[in-house]
């Protein structure tokens, strides 16, 4: 069975700066995707951002980018020029390919300060 | 298009009543799921649908009922409510299969039960 883990319950950063959120997975599948998505107070599911394993190259959506180590099965949110509006709960979720469910982890929950 | 709406935004029921969580959509989707969203803990799936008539378990489906007869329907029915279903909880579908961004769940805004 398919596990995601995020070890960083709560994150804090000071409003421009960078951030970087941590998920690791665990899975025996080849092809999957991954994804980040963000919860703001609303408790709306928003997608940030996702990627596809057989792409090596690393998924960049505006100042949401993500490092794929696939070898050592991360895949952690890089956000640049941090925002109060960023202020939200971060899952990361996997999918094995053609599944449509999806695994979570159990989410971070990232503060900007003004 | 308002994409994948839920209701009722806010629910408070007793042990032992039953009610129906309504999912609907717009976007001609044929997969839809319902989640769960418990404190500290990632969603969980609990059944899903691939398409009008065709519904499956998922991680957590005890207590819950679905059926889909139409495309753009999805209820999710408790039986017999039980406080350990107190949750929010999330409607999501996706256009399996075609083209890039397949794989894409859009959520609805949720539904927060109270079992007392």
């Known amino acids: 069975a398919q596990t995601v883990t995020q070890s960083q319950p709560e994150m804090s950063v000071q409003e421009a700066e960078t951030v970087t959120l941590s998920c690791t997975y665990d899975?025996?599948?080849?092809?999957?995707?991954l994804f980040w998505y963000k919860q703001p107070p609303s408790r709306q599911m928003i997608l940030v951002i996702r990627q596809e394993a057989y792409k090596q190259q690393n998924a960049t959506e505006n100042r949401f980018s993500v490092n794929f180590q696939k070898a050592a099965k991360s895949f952690s949110l890089k956000i640049s020029d941090s925002q109060l509006g960023d202020t939200a709960m971060y899952f990361c979720?996997?999918?094995?390919?053609?599944?449509?469910?999806?695994?979570w982890g159990a989410g971070t929950k990232l503060i900007i300060k003004p | 298009n308002a994409g994948v709406t839920q209701t009722p935004k806010f629910q408070v029921l007793k042990t032992g009543q039953s009610m129906t969580l309504q999912c609907a959509q717009d976007m001609n989707h044929e997969y839809m799921s319902w989640y769960r969203q418990d404190p500290g803990m990632g969603l969980r799936l609990i059944h899903y649908?691939?398409?009008?008539?065709?519904?499956d378990q998922g991680e957590v489906p005890n207590g819950y009922n679905v059926s889909r007869s139409t495309t753009e329907d999805f209820p999710l029915r408790l039986l017999s409510a039980a406080p350990s279903q107190t949750s929010v909880y999330f409607c999501?579908?996706?256009?399996?299969?075609?083209?890039?961004?397949?794989?894409?769940?859009?959520f609805g805004p949720g539904t927060r039960l109270l079992v007392l």
């Open positions: 649908s691939v398409g009008a008539g065709i519904t």
């Open positions: 899975t025996s599948e080849n092809n999957y995707y």
């Open positions: 999501a579908s996706s256009f399996p299969g075609q083209g890039e961004g397949w794989e894409t769940q859009y």
């Open positions: 979720a996997f999918m094995k390919l053609y599944s449509y469910q999806l695994i």
